[in-house]
């Protein structure tokens, strides 16, 4: 019996396409490379290695595609039938589970499998990754948590737990342990573009826009033939946009987030993310929507995962497709009569959001703002990250603003201050709000000082 680089037993494996199989896994826990092919090379060399129809399935499911799932399937019913030991079966299990829209039972299934074989080390990135798609933060950090004292540094992919627990610790809000985790994480593995990610999401979050862009520029890890680059040059976007330098963010766009037109869906949803916010802006984004449009009409209707849909929604929108936007709609409601979890994620969150930026397409800000207020803050149900969904977040400030509403742009802009009070697009809500405040005395003094009981706290 073959085992992995950790120790694990591997079925039906020889000794060349287990080469293979942790060159895999080593790509994909930095990100990076061609792990389908290294998983189709395990294959070609031992067509019963179970562990590589498993890599090879959560390849094809972590992208959301549409066609990824007939390639999972395709994999899952090549290994079902397959000997297999009890964490390989809890992999094929967790899969089936996914293929069949049951996001939260794989993912606890792959909590079972990594609790009793935590140097699992595959199975802590599939089960993050599912957290990650289902915005269950919580697990984000527990799931790595649980299993890092049992890791040192010495053992390969260490790193990789570094850079998941560094972003758990992120969307849980321990920016500090954060950052320094992943900055362990990119030490020890300059190429990691997941740790590298994390680290990202902290100054994001933080509002440490020149730290960020510092960071990013000061780290090419996460460039080449990353596929994460495109989510990372989104990151430095974000950064310039934040500052108000929109020449720079469009820049950014054209030469890097959407210079290849990519299909791809993950680079769709960055590429309609950052759009829509230069759309918030005011920006000309001049025929920028129409290719991403383009390339979101053929998965629009998919229904199978609402996050994504938002994002189509995004480029219709923007495109002016409102054909195409009503489409996504449509296909929102058949995917709500379905047996799965998406049916959930869309119905709590996903058409109610694409249902408001249609509204605000439609120049309709009071419905916009109707929309949006209920689920702002249950929003992590349908997936992403905090930075991502903060895309919710401005639609709904922009929208109050352009409805007149003085008391609730007020309260959302200052709410924003309390988080970025430095940021340049913070000060011009603020200015914004103020604009439409009619009395004196409910003039916002966003720059005071914190009252004596907190200041102490905060030496």
């Not at 984004?285 to 189509?312: C, E, I, Q």
């Not at 966003?446 to 030496?459: E, G, M, N, T, V």
Request: aromatic share 8%; proline share 4%.
């Amino acid at each position: 019996m073959q085992k992995d680089i950790n120790g694990l037993p591997l079925s039906g494996a020889t000794a060349p396409a287990v080469e293979h199989y942790e060159a895999a896994v080593a790509e994909l826990q930095c990100y990076r490379g061609d792990p389908v092919a290294r998983a189709e090379a395990a294959l070609t060399e031992s067509p019963d290695f179970v562990m590589a129809h498993v890599v090879r399935a959560w390849l094809h499911l972590f992208g959301t595609e549409p066609s990824g799932l007939l390639v999972a399937r395709e994999s899952l019913n090549a290994a079902w039938d397959l000997p297999a030991n009890t964490r390989e079966r809890g992999h094929l299990e967790a899969i089936r589970h996914l293929t069949e829209g049951r996001w939260h039972a794989a993912g606890r299934v792959m909590e079972d499998v990594t609790i009793e074989f935590p140097h699992d080390a595959l199975g802590l990135l599939a089960g993050h990754q599912i957290d990650f798609f289902t915005g269950h933060s919580r697990m984000l950090l527990n799931r790595i948590a649980r299993a890092l004292p049992r890791w040192h540094a010495s053992m390969p992919g260490y790193h990789s737990l570094l850079g998941m627990h560094a972003f758990g610790l992120e969307e849980t809000g321990d920016y500090y342990r954060a950052e320094a985790a992943g900055r362990l994480a990119v030490e020890l593995k300059p190429t990691d573009g997941w740790a590298l990610h994390a680290v990202a999401h902290v100054f994001e979050m933080q509002n440490r826009t020149s730290d960020g862009i510092a960071w990013m520029r000061g780290n090419d890890g996460w460039t080449g033939d990353s596929f994460l680059q495109v989510h990372n040059w989104w990151h430095l976007a974000l950064y310039h946009l934040e500052a108000g330098d929109i020449p720079a963010t469009l820049s950014l766009f054209d030469e890097n987030i959407y210079s290849k037109k990519s299909n791809i869906v993950m680079e769709m949803v960055d590429a309609s993310s950052l759009l829509w916010r230069l759309y918030l802006r005011g920006a000309d984004t001049g025929d920028r929507w129409k290719a991403l449009a383009d390339n979101w009409a053929p998965v629009s209707t998919a229904g199978n995962y609402a996050f994504n849909d938002l994002h189509a929604m995004m480029a219709f929108i923007g495109s002016g497709r409102h054909d195409s936007a009503r489409a996504v709609i449509a296909a929102q409601k058949e995917a709500m009569s379905r047996a799965d979890d998406n049916a959930s994620f869309t119905t709590d969150i996903g058409q109610p959001a694409c249902q408001a930026f249609l509204a605000f397409g439609d120049g309709d800000y009071a419905k916009t703002v109707e929309l949006l207020r209920p689920i702002r803050s249950i929003a992590a149900r349908f997936g992403g990250s905090h930075a991502q969904r903060d895309v919710i977040d401005l639609t709904l400030l922009e929208a109050a603003l352009r409805t007149g509403d003085a008391a609730l742009s007020a309260a959302l802009a200052s709410e924003r201050d309390e988080r970025r009070h430095d940021s340049p697009l913070t000060q011009l809500f603020l200015r914004r709000a103020m604009a439409l405040q009619s009395t004196p005395q409910t003039e916002m003094h966003h720059d005071a000082k914190l009252p004596s009981q907190y200041a102490a706290k905060f030496r």
